[in-house]
Each structure stands twice: as C-alpha cells, then as structure tokens.
C-alpha cells in the first residue's frame, strides 16, 4: 500500500485524492448528494420501511473512500427499519483511508455523528483483505481492502441494492469496465437495484448488458443526468463448483445445539445468538474451555506468509474480527492486554519472510519493522533481534473470552454433558448422551476438536494433532519490565497476575495432556535464544523444571494447515456423486451434493484459535442464514470440509 499522505490532497477541507484528480464528495452537498443519488434512487427509505423483524437487506458499494455512503445509509436504516432486520453492507476499497483522514473528512457532517464515530471507534486503516464490523442493531460492514476486479469475483451475496461510487468514469475507467459491470449484475437479486451519480455512455450499456433496465434520471443538484435500475432478469449466478455452493436452507426454526465449550463452539454459539437463534451449547466437562482452550494467556499470533495465500488472508481477516471482538467484549484488566507482539526475526529463514513483508508495505497500524534497539525499547528488556511490531496484538484468557460469548440469553449452556451418538429423526439432529436424548434441533454443529472423529458423520474429516505445553514462570522485578509479548519460534507474555505465560511446545501424534519436565526445557531453551536477558531474569537455567507448573492440551489441525469451517456432507454418497472426478479433475457434474442437512462444523483452528474461530462462527452464520461472507469466496472453498472429500477422489484415494 502506498503511503495515502503523498497521495491524498485537502482543499479547504475537503479531500481529494491526486492519484485520480477526483474528489471524495463535494464539501458543498456531499451528504445531500450521498441521499439523493444512493438512498432516494434505491428508494431505500420506502423498502427499509417494508421489511419485517429478521429480514435482511443487502447493499453493494464499489469504492468505500470515507465512508459517508455507509454511514448515512446506516443512519437512515436506523430511522426506518423494524428492530430485529439486519442490514449487510458490503464495499470494496482498493486505498483505503487512514483513521486520521476518515475522521478529517467526515468531520463535515455533525449530524452522523453517532455513525461516525461508532466506526471510527473501530476502525484502523485496513491491510489488504476482507473486514466485517458489526455495529449494533444489526448492522453489519464488510469491507474488501482490493482491487475491484480481483475483488468481485469473490464477492459471495446477492444485493437488494448497489451503490456504484468508482472516482468519475474518465478518471477510474477500472471501476467501470464491463466485466465489473457484469459481476454486479451477476450479484444482484431479482427485482435488486442500482443507482449511479453518473450517466456515462459506457457505464449504461456497461448495466444493460449485465441485466438491468436502466433509466437516465436527473442527477443532483448541477448535475445534468445520472443512472440508476432495476435488475430485468435474474443474470447467471456465479459458478461455484456443486460441493462448494451453499446448501438449501432446510429449516424453518432459527434453532441448534452447539456441541463443544470451547473457542470454536462459544464463537459460533455467539454468531447465532446475535442474529436470534435459540442455541443449546452442550460441553462435556464442569466448564467451558477446559480443554485446548483453557491456557490463562493467549496471544493473537498471525505469523503472515509472505505470498497472498487463503489462510493469510483467513489470518488478517481473524486477527481484525477478534480484535475488534476484544474491544467492546467486557473482559477485565487482568483478562487481556493490548499491549503488542513483536515477531523477532531470530533466524535467517524468518528475516528473509519477514523483509519480504515489509515490502509489501502493510499499513503500520498493523504492522511495522522494527530494528534491534527499537524492539528492545518496545518489549522494556534487552533483545538480541530486530523484527515485526504488531501494535494493536496482545493476550487474552481464552477461558474468559468463552464465557463472554456463551453469555447471552438465547444461549442455554448444558454443562457435564456428553454427546455419544447423533441421529436424524424426522427434520432434526437428536444428540444422544449416556442417560437418553440431550436435546433436538433442525441444526446441529459439532465444535468438538479431534473428538469430532467420534461422530459417523464426521470420521472422514482428515484431523491431525498436536500435543503442546506451557510452561508457568514466576514474575520477577526485572521481568516485569517486559511490556509486549515476544514470539519467535514459541512465545512470552507480560505478567497475568504474578505468572508469566512460556511456550509452547509442539508434539506430533501425541494427545497426553500431563504436564512433563523436559517439555519445560524446551521452552526455556526457545527463550533462551529468543531474549537472554530475559531468560536471566526469570532465573532461567536455575528454575526447577519438575515442580514447575504448566498446562498441556492437544490442537487439532488438518493436512494444509487450515480450519474445517462449513456444512458436511454425506462422504460415502459424495464418492458416488463425483466419481467422474477420479477420471478427470476438471468436470463439474451438475448433480447437487448429497448435504447432511443441517450439519455444520468448526474445527482444526491448530494453534491460533482465538484469530479464526471467532471469523468461523460469522462464516457460519453466513451459510446459516443465507448472509453475505465474510470471507472471499476463495477462503470460504479453501476452509470447506468438502475439499478433502474432492482431493480424495481426483487422487483415487477414495
Ligand atoms: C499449548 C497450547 C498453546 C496455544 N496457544 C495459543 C495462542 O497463544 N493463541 C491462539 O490463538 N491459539 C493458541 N492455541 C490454540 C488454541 O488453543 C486452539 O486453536 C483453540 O483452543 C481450539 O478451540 P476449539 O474450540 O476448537 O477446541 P477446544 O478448546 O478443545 O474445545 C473443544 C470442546 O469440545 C468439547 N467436547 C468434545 N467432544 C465432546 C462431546 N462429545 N460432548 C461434549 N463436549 C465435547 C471438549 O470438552 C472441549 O471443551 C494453543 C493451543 C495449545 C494446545
Ligand atoms: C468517490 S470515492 C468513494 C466515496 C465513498 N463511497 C464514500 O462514501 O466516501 C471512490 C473510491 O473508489 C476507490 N477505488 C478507485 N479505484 C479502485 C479500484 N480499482 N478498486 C477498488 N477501489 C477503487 C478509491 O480509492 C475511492 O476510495
């Protein structure tokens, strides 16, 4: 991303940018022109009116620059729609602003004040990816930090409304080509709307040959013309493979059992209840998070490739969701800290990746480099490597980030309870335990790490696990000068309360959770090599590793190291289905993939649950309730459970 200073010009306060010539909005009638081309054209006024409590309403924007589009829809929407509607609204951004120039440029408008700053409050300017912001009642921002055309293609939803705010078409041609035009087209529902401040030849034909009767309307205020539509005919839907797309909603009630207490099921018990699901959350144990997500610290670790891969940008847009999560989550002082992770580059391999980061000139909101005297100054303790500064990372106790989210009314915790068996009976999930039937439901998602195994249904998913330990090391007075976390190849905490958090361990096949010694010094001999100082400090090779104490647990992970995230099939009838991938991987047999209807999972977050299981559970409620994504479309295939049913058969494996 290029330095948006150099790029961004103010002219009595108004902002412009000079890589287009074009301004954001006009100082004079912005927000005026704002009502009257988007709001007034979709003639949202009148269709928010309309809707009824658990309606949803979907607006595309291409272009969200300040976003006083947002804002003032979100206002208007706050005006006019029942309470228990949801409005999704999804915009792309290929430059996006920084907080500082957002908060200069919609300083203009004291009447969104609220808006304004309820985003602001959330906002940082945002790394390439995908971002969703939830603002109460039912309000929810998903922004594309990309370019249009990659962007679009990867857009999963279909809009009741788009607003076209590309810079003027001679300036911005990119942003009104044919091909984007056609995507819009292709992601509008029936009947769906579009409104324009322009009326450009191209842009016109550019609409009528995506689908839309098209109409040149007078434009605001000196402004001759403008275009605005409504989609003629339903276009052709995007072309996802049958065993990606989403399965048939086949449930009338908004209710499921969630099994499994821990970071994946809280979450997406969470996502469900704020959209007003009734959802029975069943753990076996006397508490939540008592198994891999029951350290007292976790850190929001992202360790980026350096190439754009799904589980990178499955990371950025985890990191972003968990942050803004832990943010307005009522946790205490002695919960969490915002208190930074510096990512030292401790050997050759991780300063090349590192350096090859940095070129790509990430926003430092997000992430800078930092020298070896810059990074000591940070962390308040010596350091031997310089390395990536994450400002915003920090810890948190996962325990109590579980405990935050299963506590909302329509979430029923059932501890001590152990799910042994699931039956379909009639057009329901019946989820057996030792004394009978626990409970029944349309829906059902098995948030039950590696035990998922245990479940018929489910014993094809490819889990693999991996034992790990921390380690538990006294504050002392000169450790306690440490101020941000420290990772390398494990990592170091500040202080939760007299105890720092060291590890953690990795061990390949092994589920033991004892707590043993020479795991221990393993992890004193990673921070050994990490920050000697440190080390000292914390009396490192004099600390008794047989009595010190420690926590181990198991992740569960999967062959390409990303999450399971979605709806499951039936893996025999799936095999019988695609056969003809065997003979050749590229056919695409229309028939519809046999859906195990209802039956959703989150599993395999390895060792970064508290970045992707909170994203997990929207991505969940995506599929649930037929929402737009918060991913691409490309992380949604690439954290499918299907996926290793379809490289089983293209392998012959199956
Ligand atoms: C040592 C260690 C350190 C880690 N450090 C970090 C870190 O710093 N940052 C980070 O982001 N991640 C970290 N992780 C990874 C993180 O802890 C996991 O990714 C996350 O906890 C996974 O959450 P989960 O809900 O999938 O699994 P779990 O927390 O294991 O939850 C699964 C739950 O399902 C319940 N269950 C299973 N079967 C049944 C059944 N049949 N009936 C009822 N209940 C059932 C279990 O009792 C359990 O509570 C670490 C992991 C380990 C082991
Ligand atoms: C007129 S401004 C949008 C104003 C915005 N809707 C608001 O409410 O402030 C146009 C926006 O399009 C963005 N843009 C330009 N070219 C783009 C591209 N190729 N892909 C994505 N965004 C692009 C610009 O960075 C700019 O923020």
Redesign the pocket.
């Known amino acids: 991303m290029n330095d948006p200073d150099t790029l961004l010009d103010w002219q009595d306060g108004q902002l412009r940018?000079l890589r287009?010539g074009?301004v954001?909005?006009s100082r004079d009638s912005g927000i005026d022109e704002?009502r009257y081309v988007f709001l007034a054209q979709n003639r949202l006024a009148e269709r928010f009116g309309a809707l009824r409590p658990g309606d949803r309403f979907v607006i595309g924007?291409?272009?969200?620059?300040?976003?006083?589009?947002?804002l003032c829809t979100w206002k208007l929407w706050a005006q006019c729609a029942p309470r228990g509607a949801r409005l999704h609204f999804a915009?792309?951004?290929?430059?996006p602003?920084t907080r500082e120039d957002m908060a200069r440029?919609l300083s203009l408008w004291p009447e969104l004040a609220p808006q304004r700053e309820a985003l602001l409050r959330r906002y940082r300017q945002l790394p390439p990816g995908w971002h969703r912001f939830h603002f109460d009642p039912g309000v929810v921002l998903t922004v594309a930090v990309?370019?249009?055309?990659e962007?679009l293609p990867q857009l999963e939803l279909q809009a009741d409304a788009w607003?076209l705010?590309?810079?003027a078409p001679a300036r911005?041609p990119?942003?009104w080509s044919f091909e984007v035009l056609r995507h819009i087209g292709a992601r509008t529902k029936p009947g769906g709307t579009f409104a324009t401040y322009t009326a450009a030849g191209a842009v016109r034909r550019g609409l009528e040959a995506a689908g839309f009767a098209v109409e040149r309307v007078k434009g605001h205020g000196a402004k001759r013309e403008m275009l605005r539509g409504v989609l003629r005919e339903a276009s052709q839907q995007p072309d996802a493979a049958p065993w990606f797309r989403r399965p048939e909603r086949a449930w009338t009630e908004r209710r499921a059992i969630v099994i499994g207490g821990g970071l994946a099921g809280t979450s997406a018990a969470a996502s469900l209840a704020r959209r007003g699901w009734s959802v029975v959350l069943i753990e076996r144990h006397e508490r939540l998070a008592a198994e891999a997500s029951g350290n007292p610290q976790g850190i929001l670790y992202t360790r980026l490739a350096a190439q754009a891969t799904p589980l990178r940008e499955l990371v950025i847009g985890g990191y972003g969701h968990t942050l803004r999560l832990l943010a307005t989550a009522a946790l205490a002082e002695t919960e969490r800290s915002h208190c930074g992770l510096l990512q030292l580059a401790f050997d050759t391999e991780e300063a090349a990746r590192q350096q090859k980061l940095l070129a790509q000139d990430f926003p430092s909101d997000f992430l800078r480099g930092v020298n070896r005297e810059e990074a000591s100054d940070i962390a308040g303790v010596e350091l031997p490597f310089g390395g990536l500064y994450f400002p915003e990372s920090g810890w948190t106790d996962p325990a109590a980030l579980c405990r935050m989210l299963a506590a909302h009314d329509h979430i029923d915790v059932r501890l001590h309870t152990e799910a042994l068996a699931l039956r379909r009976e009639g057009e329901q999930w019946a989820v057996h335990g030792p004394r009978g039937c626990i409970e029944k439901a349309p829906v059902l998602l098995l948030a039950t790490a590696r035990d998922t195994l245990a479940f018929e249904s489910a014993r094809h998913l490819p889990l693999k696990t991996i034992r790990g330990q921390i380690s538990l090391i006294p504050e002392t007075p000169a450790s306690s000068r440490l101020h941000t976390v420290l990772c390398g190849e494990g990592y170091i905490a500040p202080a939760r309360t007299g105890w720092h958090t060291l590890g953690a361990t990795h061990k390949f096949e092994d589920v033991g959770t004892d707590v043993r010694a020479d795991e221990h010094r393993e992890n004193l001999a990673m921070l050994q090599t990490l920050a000697p100082p440190l080390h000292a400090a914390l009396g490192g090779s004099a600390l008794d590793c047989d009595t010190l104490p420690g926590r181990a647990a198991v992740r569960v992970s999967t062959p390409d190291y990303l999450p399971l995230i979605g709806p499951l099939a039936d893996a025999q009838a799936f095999a019988g289905a695609y056969a003809a991938l065997r003979h050749d991987a590229r056919q695409r047999p229309d028939t519809p993939c046999p859906w195990l209807p209802g039956l959703y999972v989150s599993t395999a977050h390895g060792s970064r649950g508290l970045i992707t299981a909170p994203l997990a559970g929207e991505i969940l409620a995506a599929y649930l309730e037929d929402e737009p994504a918060p991913v691409s479309s490309r992380v949604m295939a690439a954290v499918h459970p299907n996926r290793f049913l379809v490289r089983a058969l293209i392998r012959r494996e199956r």
């Not at 990309?146 to 055309?149: G, I, K, L, R």
């Open positions: 940018s287009y074009d954001y909005f704002t924007e291409t272009g969200f620059g300040t976003g006083l589009n947002f915009s792309i951004e290929k430059h602003l440029a990309s370019d249009v055309a962007a607003y705010d590309g810079f911005n990119e942003m």
